[in-house]
């Protein structure tokens, strides 16, 4: 089978939804499409292959920028996001500074109960970094849709392998930007930390248990 031109995709009612290749891989389709179900519902969708051209991404994606209707993300040249535009909020800054891997030293370790599985905030909170990743950058457009729209980030740092992709959605009530880490990870004695600093506060914040969220 061959790489079809799209997916066509509609709902119950003969509606159509938008929808963006992701990859065709030994006669493997892997596609995504802009589903509206309710909470604890489901909803019926019908996709099919065609030969008609996908819709027209509406990001401007370069080698270190991508830029949609909400956001323009800047990568500086160690492959880090150095900029976050939010254009909705008259072009405000939302970064402090660049958002870098960090790797410290975990030769500090205070805790005597369970070392290989719990870190002590206070050894955190010693002077230990040891680099960022940024060695061996490369950095290419991974995809760029109707949907989402993707740089891919390779880097190398000592001895292991970082890939990390960027992404921002061009459809839908999506406002978030993801960067998805895949690492291949060759140290000792060793501790990886994404960093990042905004230009704005919030004292509560929301964190995931599993099977729901809590704010504290």
Avoid at 99 to 122: C, G, H, K, M, Q
Wanted: charged share 25%; hydrophobic share 35%; glycine share 4%.
């Amino acid at each position: 089978a061959s790489r079809p031109e799209s997916v066509v995709v509609k709902d119950a009612e003969g509606n159509s939804v938008l929808s963006q290749i992701v990859e065709f891989e030994n006669g493997k389709l892997t596609f995504l499409f802009l589903a509206d179900v309710p909470s604890l519902g489901m909803k019926v969708y019908h996709a099919e292959m065609s030969d008609v051209a996908e819709s027209i991404a509406t990001a401007q994606v370069s080698q270190d920028k991508i830029e949609n209707d909400k956001y323009i993300v800047s990568l500086d040249a160690n492959g880090d996001i150095s900029s976050i535009i939010d254009k909705k909020s008259s072009n405000k800054e939302l970064l402090d500074s660049p958002v870098r891997l960090r790797l410290s030293t975990d030769a500090v370790n205070n805790n005597s109960t369970f070392p290989s599985w719990e870190i002590l905030y206070e050894d955190l909170l010693e002077d230990a970094t040891l680099g960022y990743v940024d060695e061996n950058v490369k950095v290419s457009v991974a995809e760029n849709g109707p949907l989402r729209s993707t740089l891919k980030v390779e880097r190398t740092k000592n001895n292991s392998i970082f890939i990390q992709y960027i992404r921002v959605y061009n459809a839908g009530e999506t406002e978030r930007i993801d960067c998805e880490n895949e690492v291949e990870w060759h140290e000792l004695t060793t501790l990886l930390k994404a960093t990042f600093s905004f230009t704005e506060s919030n004292p509560k914040a929301t964190f995931d248990l599993g099977l729901g969220a809590i704010e504290r």
